[in-house]
């Protein structure tokens, strides 16, 4: 993908990915979006823009936000903005690299990626098979989902899938992902059936569009729209609706839930570090590590419910006050 054209377009992109992969909430992009406008007027009086930054010139933005008294949480939130609006462009390829991942910031407690437990998977998945209109709509929404927990894949990822990959009924996907990288991603048995019954399905339906005159797809997963493919924001929605089908907590699920959902169950049945960072498709293995902190804070939580120890403490503790 080509880089914006102007700041403006940078940011409305990022806002638009951070919606629809992470279901970012609306007052999160409202914050982004006048922190990044922020920046973008602080470098344009400066005749520079996003595309052309140095870490220098990040670094001199942000000493300028100390100079006008803005807080530590101000300061700490907008490089972070700044830092994901850098990751994003570097994975769509706009740059090379990211100016402000090597900035340290005035400090701010990272929280931990949300995931979900494999009982709310399975009802999601159960979810996705009775969810639709029509029959292919269910099988479409089962195939869609079982890849996307089997792989781990980004969405953005999942719905740009050529049905070339999927042909031969694989044991591994070749996905292109973020920067033109590619990676292989084992299928499980149940996401390669659902792929093998949506295909014939595909083909049923490429047979008709060719019967009519119309032009065929490349796209596993096509759509009528501009892009050819479904769309991120189109299964953000989709997810939602089958969370409240299967009884999960919507404000838990999101497409990048999923993604968490598969690396942290993966660690936690013994699965090598360096393995989910390959399937991820990480170039760095500090980003997989925040899977490790998960895992921990779930077993701290598990425990703390369910040990006849820690309840007896908590218990003796409730007594006192």
Not at 270 to 282: C, E, F, K, M, V
Request: proline share 5%.
């Amino acid at each position: 993908m080509s880089a914006p054209r102007d700041d403006l377009q940078w940011i409305s992109t990022f806002l638009e990915a951070q919606a629809a992969e992470a279901g970012a909430a609306r007052n999160t992009l409202l914050a982004y979006g006048r922190d990044l406008k922020d920046a973008a007027a602080w470098l344009s009086h400066r005749q520079g823009d996003f595309a052309k930054a140095s870490r220098g010139d990040v670094e001199a933005y942000l000493i300028n936000c100390d100079a006008e008294g803005l807080s530590q949480a101000t300061r700490a939130r907008r490089l972070s903005a700044l830092r994901q609006l850098y990751q994003f462009a570097f994975e769509e390829g706009w740059r090379n690299d990211n100016p402000a991942i090597q900035i340290k910031g005035p400090g701010r407690a990272k929280k931990l990626p949300k995931t979900l437990e494999v009982i709310e998977v399975d009802r999601l998945l159960e979810a996705a098979r009775q969810t639709g209109r029509k029959p292919e709509d269910r099988l479409r929404n089962t195939c869609l989902m079982e890849l996307l927990y089997a792989t781990g894949m980004r969405v953005s990822e999942l719905v740009s899938l050529p049905v070339t990959a999927a042909r031969g009924d694989p044991n591994m996907l070749l996905v292109l992902g973020k920067g033109g990288k590619e990676r292989m991603v084992p299928l499980s048995p149940p996401a390669r059936e659902a792929l093998r019954v949506w295909l014939q399905i595909w083909d049923e339906a490429e047979a008709a569009r060719q019967a009519k005159g119309k032009p065929s797809t490349k796209f596993l997963f096509p759509s009528r729209g501009k892009d050819g493919h479904l769309t991120r924001h189109w299964f953000y929605l989709l997810i939602k609706e089958l969370a409240v089908t299967g009884g999960v907590d919507p404000q838990k699920v999101t497409p990048h839930t999923l993604r968490h959902a598969f690396a942290t169950h993966l660690l936690a049945n013994g699965a090598d570090l360096r393995a989910i960072q390959a399937l991820l498709g990480h170039a760095d293995i500090a980003t997989t590590e925040i899977y490790t902190h998960v895992l921990d804070a779930r077993l701290s939580e598990l425990v703390l419910e369910h040990h006849p120890l820690a309840r007896s403490t908590i218990k003796d503790r409730q007594d006192e006050q």
